[in-house]
């Protein structure tokens, strides 16, 4: 083998190791890059076919209201199972997803539980919303479109009726 | 191998890597990555490695060019067309993206069959790994079905082989694939990471479109697709037509049957030459050929059949001089 061969074989390994290598670094510490990604674009919503960006009459946007309000940990009360269960609620993206935090008994003693996305808010007005929240039932899930309604700052209903089965959840922000 | 066999593999493989991440979604509780998480992860690996690997590499090319004398007029033309056909496939996948098949991911994700997967480390690995086993059949129909090499055959045509043919597009390379990853999105596999992923197994074959490397460990080129195994998919010599068409992984080819390892030196192209580094003509040069043995072709139904039958088909009793492309 000629030994420019050799001499660019190495450098194509070098690049294309260094490069990897570099990407892997990136992975792992993505803050160590400047990079910028559109969220609006990139996102992952979870039901594309009817999201519908919130906007207000004044054409404001509302999403940083919208962050604050709704962002944070939500305490529901289930009495049938004689407890309750504390979500995580975050924005990530455009949308607002509600991941399990922590189960507490009737007693009000927690235990922290692994994050499982129930429910997704996907439009949100301030006062109403509309989404889908994750039910499980006789050990299948289901993905049943719910609506939310604010009743004041620090408490709203979820709403949701799905072929017969009906509910309506209360959820209480948590300092 | 037979059609049968072919189709039990494929629909056996598919049932694997569908019902792994349903599997494991409904009895572990695995954590989920959060969407910029997964967002951060494919644009580093999709788009960072243009930057990072493949423009340099394909700089480190034009300099082995010009050392071992290779450098001419041709090579560099040649070069600027296929940068030429990704920005025409660009412009050709946004009006299709817009006009319809953004509404096909959303109408296959209403109805799909499957609740959506969660976000983890499983889902991913699943997607990225389906989206290169239907890349597998979606690139081999290419070749095999006339309809499909009448746009494909534009990325095979160049004589030269190095990165920048990586990015010589089809105008309707964009268009197969959606017959395979709008039903894959039917089965709980979020559109965005279906996207992403497809683009993953893409910019992974991207990186193999090069001369330099050589061979790899056996381990790796007996599980994946490399340089070598992906030089004989651009041969133009009579044993490699039709062969490896696997992205990422070179198993597809291996247990479906379309595997050959490069032995003999690789002629680079397609069997009835280009010989042109016109943009125009290099783009479209599969429609117009296609159009004119469509002309030659007797019989509305023999024209209809032309579509669906291998590249080379002529009805029984029918000819055309000379034979256009290979397979």
Known sequence: MKTSNVIFKILGYFIIL????????????????????????????????????????????????????????????????????????????????????????????????????TLIIKSFNKKNGKGI??????????????????????????????????GVETWKKQK | MSKIRLITYSIVILATIIGIPHYVADNFNIPEYSNETVDTFFYIFNSLSILYIIIPFFILELARYFFTKRLNKNLVLDSVANLITVGAFGVINYILGLLFALKLYAWAWEYRFFDE????????????????????????????????WVTHTVHHSSPHFNMSVAYRFGPLDGFFPLFFSIPAVMFGFNPFLMLAAELFVQTFQAVLHTEIIGKLLKPIEYIFNTPSHHRVHHGSNRQYWDKNYAGILIIW???????????????????????????????????????HKLKHTKGFSNKLLSFIKRPHWMPDGQTYPPQTDKN
């Open chain 1, 18 to 117: 260094g490069g990897l290598a570099l990407l892997i670094f990136y992975a792992l510490y993505p803050s160590e890059i400047d990079w910028e990604i559109n969220s609006e674009k990139n996102d992952y919503p979870t039901e594309i076919y009817e999201y519908k960006e919130p906007q207000s009459k004044s054409n404001k946007p509302t999403t940083s209201n919208s962050k604050v309000m709704l962002s944070g940990k939500w305490k529901v009360a289930y009495k049938d199972l004689g407890g309750a269960m504390v979500y995580n609620i975050k924005k990530e993206g455009t949308i607002f997803n509600a991941y399990t935090y922590e189960v507490q008994d009737e007693n009000g003693y927690g235990e922290k539980v692994s994050p499982l996305k």
């Open chain 2, 253 to 291: 080819d291996r247990m479906l049957g379309t595997f050959e390892p490069e032995e003999e030196k690789v002629v680079y192209g397609i069997s009835e030459a280009l010989d042109s580094v016109n943009p125009v003509k290099v783009f479209f040069h599969g429609i117009t050929r296609f159009y």
């Open chain 2, 117 to 148: 997967l969660p976000l983890t480390w499983v889902t991913i690995a699943s997607c990225i790994l389906l989206a290169d086993f239907l890349y597998y059949w979606e690139h081999r129909l290419m070749h095999e079905l006339a309809a499909g």
């Open chain 1, 133 to 166: 929240y994750k039910i499980s039932y006789e050990g299948k899930k289901y993905d049943v479109p719910c609506k939310i309604k604010f009743l004041n700052k620090s408490t709203f209903e979820l709403s949701y009726d799905y072929y017969g089965q009906s």
